[in-house]
């Protein structure tokens, strides 16, 4: 019986890198895949295009590829991933550079683009689906639009031999099930199996996740050597059926609670899971723990894709000043709250422009709020902290400066201030039918 393995490298841009490279070392794989693109990720590498048309490709896309392409090429094991976020080309051209210091002849890359749909959103008549609206209304401060490709273009590049795909914007789940269509020759309305494969991809999207990372609770759910964490990889069978592992030795633990926990994230409607290759069905899977280390899960299914694709659109939407100061000793959280009062007064008094403020103590109420706060004990320690959402980066600044200047004009004992203005990229959606939407191919080799 013939089975696929495909080992998960990556779960989001800044991932660590040393699971990925103990993947291509010991996990026997047929493929791996590098899931490292946000939403919001990908704006702000359209921002970092324009200023420079050479970027705007993942920032750790060069550091990934040094660890990991020569031992994958060696090994004959196919790179696919979204890397290529705002700029799937330069990322092309960037690894073939590498391939060839790294002396790999005739590696052959792929870029797959398309999901770049800034003109149709800006020259037709859509709707911001988060609040209806007109997208026009949005005026200059949309930066993009990127719509959701499904598997296909990953399955046509594989056909034509490709040893590395690098696409932007596409469904997470589809970074796997490009592969298994293509490897098992699934037909592309062959709901069942496009369903649970795509139960298989989004298992392995986020990587570490489903090993036991942000599943460890101490006391209620212990994971073992998480400082060492392994990757997960699945075994995935024609059928679509997998099973979850990970390289014998490495930390964490796969069980079907952590296959349970990562097969419910980000999942609105089991019974409706919207991807661009199929309405998947996640309501009768059944999760089976076989061995050590070792989940069964079968039962996925699905139903007709939708004739539209989501699109994200990036927008500025305004300007995050940020302060932050810390006292210690007796009377820690007085003198941090008089800080809080008296910038907030002193913000008043020059008539600082903001939408939006928050004045908190970190370690006392800035997560759950004073309410839910009020009978903590008294801490030894806090760290006040200003933000403040503004329109113009000019009133963003004054709110870092006013919290600087407590060193001085504050209560005793305050240090370690910090500060930082950036504008805000945010995120809506649109959605495109997907006959206005043509996936492109471009090839680069070693």
């Given at each position: 019986?013939?089975?696929?393995?495909?080992?998960?490298?990556?779960?989001?841009?800044g991932?660590?890198?040393e699971?990925?490279?103990?993947?291509?070392?010991?996990g026997?794989l047929?493929?791996?895949?590098?899931?490292?693109?946000?939403?919001?990720t990908i704006?702000i590498?359209?921002?970092?295009?324009r200023?420079?048309?050479t970027?705007?490709?993942?920032?750790l896309?060069?550091?990934?590829?040094?660890?990991?392409?020569?031992?994958?090429?060696d090994?004959?094991?196919?790179?696919i991933?979204?890397?290529?976020?705002?700029?799937?080309l330069?990322?092309a051209?960037?690894?073939?550079?590498?391939?060839?210091?790294l002396?790999?002849?005739?590696?052959?890359?792929?870029?797959?683009g398309?999901?770049?749909?800034?003109?149709i959103?800006?020259?037709?008549d859509?709707?911001?689906?988060?609040?209806?609206?007109?997208v026009?209304?949005?005026?200059?401060?949309?930066?993009?639009?990127?719509?959701?490709?499904?598997?296909?273009?990953i399955?046509?590049?594989?056909k034509?031999?490709?040893?590395?795909?690098?696409?932007?914007?596409?469904?997470?789940?589809?970074?796997?099930?490009?592969?298994?269509?293509?490897?098992?020759?699934?037909?592309?309305?062959?709901?069942?199996?496009l369903?649970?494969?795509?139960?298989?991809?989004?298992l392995?999207?986020?990587?570490?996740?489903?090993?036991?990372?942000?599943?460890?609770?101490?006391?209620?759910?212990?994971?073992?050597?998480?400082a060492?964490?392994?990757?997960?990889?699945?075994?995935?069978?024609?059928?679509?059926?997998?099973?979850?592992?990970?390289?014998?030795?490495?930390?964490?633990?796969v069980?079907?609670a952590?296959?349970?926990?990562q097969?419910?994230?980000?999942?609105?409607?089991?019974?409706?899971?919207?991807?661009?290759?199929?309405?998947?069905?996640f309501?009768?899977?059944?999760?089976?723990e076989?061995?050590?280390?070792?989940?069964?899960?079968?039962?996925?299914?699905?139903?007709?894709?939708?004739?539209?694709?989501?699109?994200?659109?990036?927008?500025?939407?305004?300007?995050?000043?940020?302060?932050?100061?810390?006292?210690a000793?007796?009377?820690?959280?007085?003198?941090?709250q008089?800080?809080?009062?008296?910038?907030?007064?002193?913000?008043?008094?020059?008539?600082?422009?903001?939408?939006?403020m928050r004045?908190?103590l970190?370690?006392?109420?800035?997560?759950?709020?004073?309410?839910?706060?009020?009978a903590?004990?008294?801490?030894?320690?806090?760290?006040?902290?200003?933000?403040?959402?503004?329109?113009?980066?000019?009133?963003?600044?004054?709110?870092?400066?006013?919290?600087?200047?407590?060193?001085?004009?504050g209560p005793?004992?305050?240090?370690?201030?910090?500060?930082?203005?950036?504008?805000?990229?945010?995120v809506?959606?649109?959605?495109?039918?997907?006959?206005?939407?043509?996936?492109?191919?471009?090839?680069?080799?070693?």
């Amino acid at each position: 019986m013939k089975i696929i393995r495909i080992g998960a490298g990556a779960g989001y841009s800044g991932d660590r890198i040393e699971p990925a490279v103990e993947l291509a070392e010991k996990g026997e794989l047929d493929y791996l895949i590098f899931e490292c693109l946000a939403e919001r990720t990908i704006a702000i590498g359209q921002q970092a295009r324009r200023a420079d048309p050479t970027k705007g490709y993942d920032p750790l896309l060069a550091e990934r590829m040094y660890a990991v392409l020569k031992l994958c090429a060696d090994k004959g094991i196919r790179i696919i991933t979204n890397m290529g976020a705002a700029n799937p080309l330069a990322g092309a051209a960037r690894i073939r550079d590498i391939a060839k210091e790294l002396g790999l002849p005739q590696l052959k890359i792929a870029a797959v683009g398309g999901d770049d749909v800034l003109d149709i959103l800006q020259s037709g008549d859509y709707r911001i689906e988060d609040n209806g609206l007109p997208v026009k209304s949005l005026g200059d401060k949309l930066i993009s639009a990127n719509a959701y490709l499904g598997a296909q273009p990953i399955v046509d590049a594989l056909k034509a031999g490709a040893d590395v795909v690098i696409t932007g914007r596409i469904a997470d789940p589809a970074l796997a099930l490009g592969p298994l269509i293509h490897e098992f020759g699934w037909a592309t309305d062959d709901w069942q199996r496009l369903g649970q494969g795509t139960v298989v991809g989004h298992l392995l999207e986020c990587a570490g996740q489903i090993t036991g990372g942000y599943f460890a609770d101490p006391g209620v759910k212990d994971v073992k050597d998480l400082a060492r964490l392994g990757f997960p990889i699945g075994e995935v069978s024609e059928d679509g059926s997998v099973v979850i592992t990970k390289v014998a030795g490495s930390g964490g633990q796969v069980t079907a609670a952590t296959c349970k926990e990562q097969l419910l994230y980000e999942i609105h409607d089991p019974r409706s899971y919207f991807t661009p290759d199929v309405i998947a069905d996640f309501s009768q899977i059944v999760i089976t723990e076989i061995g050590p280390d070792r989940v069964a899960v079968s039962g996925g299914s699905g139903r007709a894709r939708p004739d539209t694709l989501k699109t994200t659109l990036g927008y500025v939407d305004s300007y995050i000043g940020e302060g932050q100061i810390s006292y210690a000793g007796p009377g820690a959280q007085a003198r941090g709250q008089l800080a809080l009062d008296i910038v907030k007064e002193r913000l008043a008094i020059m008539g600082l422009q903001s939408d939006e403020m928050r004045y908190d103590l970190i370690g006392v109420n800035a997560i759950h709020g004073a309410q839910l706060s009020a009978a903590a004990g008294e801490p030894y320690e806090v760290r006040a902290r200003v933000a403040g959402r503004t329109a113009s980066m000019r009133e963003a600044v004054r709110i870092g400066n006013e919290v600087e200047t407590l060193y001085t004009c504050g209560p005793a004992g305050g240090g370690g201030a910090t500060k930082s203005a950036k504008e805000i990229i945010a995120v809506l959606s649109a959605l495109v039918p997907r006959d206005l939407i043509k996936p492109t191919i471009h090839f680069e080799e070693s």
